[in-house]
């Protein structure tokens, strides 16, 4: 099976920041799109980021300028680089790929177990 496994989480300041890593391991055979959604407390998850495999990026607005999404196509990690945090982007952040595995044809979205972030004020 394939299993992503997500690090980098935890509590700091407004103004801070925080890098979040995921990996994906397991009967990979290639990683396509991967992404890093965020879900708070009451609200649905949402996506923050996603990148494909040809470095194309996309951002929820309201962490443009301050979210840097990038991947490593070789050891299947995708990060997501986090400055000028803000207190409503305190939220468990899940990383999320679409997985061809080995042996077995099309891919299919995996999620990670997520990992909290917390911004204080």
């Known amino acids: 099976q394939v299993q992503l496994v997500e690090s980098g989480g935890g509590l700091v300041q407004a103004g801070g920041s925080l890098d979040l890593s995921c990996v994906a391991s397991?009967?990979?055979?290639?990683?396509?799109?991967m992404g890093w959604y965020r879900q708070a407390p009451g609200q649905q998850r949402e996506l923050v980021a996603q990148?494909?495999?040809?470095?194309?990026?996309n951002y929820q607005d309201s962490v443009k300028g301050r979210f840097t999404i990038s991947r490593d196509n070789v050891q299947n990690i995708a990060y997501l680089r986090m400055h000028s945090l803000k207190p409503e982007d305190t939220a468990v952040y899940y990383c999320?790929?679409?997985?061809?595995?080995?042996?077995?044809?099309?891919?299919?979205?995996?999620w990670g177990q997520g990992t909290q972030v917390t911004v204080s004020s």
């Open positions: 990148i494909t495999r040809g470095q194309v990026t």
């Open positions: 397991g009967r990979v055979l290639r990683v396509y799109t």
């Open positions: 999320s790929a679409d997985v061809e595995m080995t042996g077995r044809e099309g891919s299919q979205t995996y």
